[in-house]
């Protein structure tokens, strides 16, 4: 193997100064392994560009070595003998850490937690040797940490080569073929290791014709990412169409039931382990805007998803089954409709009907990746089901990477909410996830020369990668992390700076967008920039009701749709009432006037003309704190640009997004601003 060396592409967190300290030191690499090679590999390119030693401790003699072991390893010396018995059972991924006469030892039970343990390494740069440290045992919460792609071979006419990818083009696939050259690939995979992601499903939930193809002839496009990602522990997985015993296989049904369905599956997952061995599973997006699924059939979810888990569960694969479920072809004047109960309604009877490999993957609230809506209810409905939380990390309704929009404050929040109170022990949305199917992401990255498009944008998928391994990280200091690892040169002058502007810039987005949780008022289709009544009147059920008294969505049991009901106590009493109700999330649950007092004292009115004036002037000063760089020679020029030009058009926006929402509530409610600002 060779570490990729990738000269017109941002190393990101990975730059080679980031392995100075690994480099100018003895590391000796212990045990067998193709994950062990990669280290070795790895420790050896950073000794060839620092100076250190090799294994047999030459190089530059005094300075305090470093030993990375497999506990089991031949030779293994006295001190990490010490650190792994001391350490006990480590697991599959897990590893130990510690520094004793001089020497800092990273131990692990398997050679991914080597892989782990030497990325940990590099984060702490020169922070691993120096005072002795006690034994550190370090362990992912979840076992799978997964990365979505919606990436289509064919430059779909509407979406485009990435459905909803800000950041250029697929890493896999261009102009309707597999790349020539995977070399980005792998420096991807090595980047996603480094965060802790185990897991890549490589194609777009919403499989098409040529997509569909992975199974079948381009099989083998399937094999040649696999061998890519495999270095770095990463399993490929692939996105695949429901109806394929139809498609691709000429069936007259894909009824889940039916015997000759049951074998085309099978003999479909025999033929893709056959090929790539490590196969991870199959993503499932069925029944949903137009995807086909088991209801064609009369069949159940759970029904559906079975025959895909027997055909996996042979080879120790997994089924991860989407539950975003909704009729995207409702009627707008019927209220009782409401597409956030939706997957509640059509997943929660199913509760411990899935087969043991199947991993029901729920979107972390109700509607859609807003940039504030409630848990979603499946979240507590479903116990004896395995579920894993999904994130979008791709910016879709959080600016789309042309807006600083630093996401791990609000996953942070979502992980740490307590859907059952203090019942239930007090357990988390964390809890649900690392008890069942994990965390599960969709990618920001492309073939854009800074991976995400917007080089800040890059911190988002650091830091989904490192809350997958342990939710209980903090933003701030996921950022420092990135930070460090990303400008380790410059990042002390930096840091103040970057959490400056980054800290709190998802409330800043928040502010300038929608308000109060009532979400969307986006652009149809692209889904950029303001359109307040832009999904009003459509079938896909993203409704605000704003008209000349008041705003929101009543979701109460009392006079709504029901969907408060869907949550346990104490939310489904918090959200029924719209006086103990949190301010942000009022008008997702309920309908209310504008002269509505918030428990922060404001009238919903006033807090909409606020919120969208304070947005503006956080961006302002955002783009202030940036400016400041320039020159300073602690950002490269071409990065300060990028950003630079990003932030005039997040200002840009945001000023469209305050005129608009400001003028379109005063046009309905006819209230003026009580501070007299200029409203169209």
Not at 202 to 216: K, Q
Not at 548 to 558: I, K, L, Y
């Amino acid at each position: 193997m060779t570490i990729p060396d990738l000269t017109d592409v941002h190393p990101a967190w990975l730059p080679p100064e980031a392995f100075r300290a690994i480099g100018s030191r003895r590391v000796p690499v212990l045990g067998d392994g193709a994950l062990v090679e990669t280290v070795r590999e790895e420790v050896a390119a950073a000794r060839a560009r620092f100076g250190g030693g090799d294994r047999d401790g030459g190089g530059d003699g005094g300075a305090a070595g470093c030993v990375l072991a497999l506990a089991g390893a031949d030779g293994l010396p006295g001190t990490a003998r010490a650190v792994a018995a001391e350490a006990g059972p480590l697991g599959a991924e897990g590893y130990a850490l510690a520094r004793r006469d001089g020497v800092t030892t990273v131990v692990a039970g398997a050679p991914a937690g080597l892989l782990y343990g030497l990325f940990h390494l590099v984060r702490l740069g020169e922070a691993a040797f120096g005072a002795d440290r006690p034994v550190e045992r370090h362990a992912p919460a979840a076992a799978r940490r997964m990365l979505d792609h919606w990436d289509n071979i064919d430059v779909h006419p509407v979406m485009g080569q990435v459905e909803r990818g800000y950041a250029g083009g697929s890493l896999f696939w261009r102009d309707g073929v597999l790349r020539e050259d995977l070399t980005r690939v792998r420096a991807y995979a090595r980047l996603l290791a480094a965060t802790g992601i185990n897991a890549v499903a490589i194609n777009n939930v919403n499989v098409h014709a040529t997509e569909a193809r992975l199974l079948t002839d381009r099989l083998d496009e399937v094999v040649a990412i696999a061998a890519e990602l495999r270095p770095y522990g990463i399993r490929v997985h692939l996105s695949i169409g429901f109806a394929s015993p139809v498609t691709l296989g000429g069936l007259p049904t894909a009824d889940p039931l039916d015997e000759d369905v049951r074998r085309w599956w099978a003999a479909a997952a025999e033929r893709v382990y056959a090929a790539v061995p490590d196969f991870g599973g199959f993503v499932v997006k069925a029944d949903s805007e137009g995807q086909p699924g088991p209801f064609g059939y009369g069949r159940s979810h759970a029904e559906g998803a079975g025959v895909l888990a027997a055909a996996l569960a042979p080879y120790g694969g997994v089924v991860h089954w989407r539950a975003f479920v909704y009729d995207h072809r409702q009627d707008w004047r019927d209220r009782s409709t409401d597409r956030a109960r939706a997957a509640c309604d059509h997943f929660a009877p199913l509760d411990g009907r899935f087969a043991d490999n199947v991993i029901l993957q729920v979107k972390h609230g109700p509607m859609d990746f807003q940039p504030r809506e409630p848990v979603s209810p499946v979240i507590a409905a479903m116990p004896a089901t395995k579920l894993a939380v999904e994130f979008q990390v791709t910016q879709e309704y959080t600016g789309q990477q042309r807006h600083v929009c630093y996401l791990a404050p609000m996953w942070s929040e979502i992980l740490s909410f307590r859907p059952w109170g203090e019942d239930e022990g007090g357990r988390t949305v964390a809890d649900v996830a690392v008890g069942g199917g994990g965390l599960v992401a969709v990618s920001n990255a492309g073939d854009d020369p800074y991976w995400t498009g917007h080089p800040l944008a890059q911190a988002n998928l650091y830091a989904f990668g490192r809350l997958a391994w342990d939710p209980r990280l903090d933003p701030a200091a996921i950022l420092d992390e990135w930070a460090g690892l990303t400008f380790p040169e410059t990042a002390a002058g930096l840091r103040g700076t970057l959490h400056a502007m980054m800290d709190g810039s998802w409330r800043t987005y928040e502010r300038y967008t929608a308000p109060l949780g009532v979400g969307f008022m986006v652009r149809p289709g692209h889904h950029y920039g303001p359109d307040v009544d832009g999904y009003e009147y459509t079938p896909w059920g993203t409704y605000h009701f704003a008209d000349r008294d008041g705003v929101g969505v009543d979701r109460t049991r009392a006079t709504g749709t029901g969907l408060t009901g869907q949550y346990p106590r104490p939310w489904s009493e918090v959200y029924e009432s719209a006086g103990r109700c949190p301010d942000e999330l009022l008008l997702f649950f309920h309908h209310v006037p504008y002269g509505h007092v918030l428990r922060s004292g404001s009238t919903v009115i006033q807090h909409i003309y606020d919120t969208h004036f304070a947005g503006v002037e956080e961006v302002v000063a955002m783009r202030a704190h940036w400016d400041k760089l320039d020159g300073s020679g602690l950002v490269d020029p071409a990065l300060h640009a990028r950003v630079a030009e990003l932030l005039a058009e997040q200002q840009r926006c945001a000023e469209e997004w305050r005129d608009q929402v400001n003028t379109y509530f005063f046009r309905k409610s006819g209230v003026p601003d009580a501070r007299g600002r200029h409203i169209y």
